[in-house]
Nanobody
């Protein structure tokens, strides 16, 4: 059973940056992983995914080059660098992991099966 623990959220001002981390444990290999978010009163939405090797990534359109997903498999950790934060980026950010090396946009939630508890990012003006 894979367990995921997010960290790095907090209160920042518009235009600031944050780096979110997701530490994974309990797995036997490095699966594809992703970040999703849920804003107050809204449904959860996709942010970014990365393959198990880290060679392939995919982002939601709203990211517009502001966020970067990366991973360090030696540390079993995936990161989400958030730059140029906007008020609309306020949300709980969730880390997710799949059961395979690759993600698929043909599957619900890009094939993610395991979820963390989330970390809150609040952007103020």
């Amino acid at each position: 059973q894979v367990q995921l623990a997010e960290s790095g959220g907090g209160l920042v001002q518009a235009g600031d940056s944050l780096r979110l981390s997701c530490a994974a444990s309990g797995g036997t290999f490095s699966p594809a992983m992703g970040w999703f978010r849920q804003a107050p009163g809204k449904e959860r939405e996709f942010v970014a995914v990365i393959s198990g090797t880290g060679l392939h990534t995919h982002y939601a359109d709203f990211v517009r080059g502001r966020f970067t997903i990366s991973r360090d498999n030696a540390k079993n950790t995936v990161y989400l660098q958030l730059n140029s934060l906007e008020l609309e980026d306020t949300a709980v950010y969730y880390c997710a992991a799949s059961t395979g090396l690759y993600y698929s946009d043909q599957k619900r939630d890009y094939g993610m099966s395991y979820w963390g508890k989330g970390t809150l990012v609040t952007v103020s003006s």
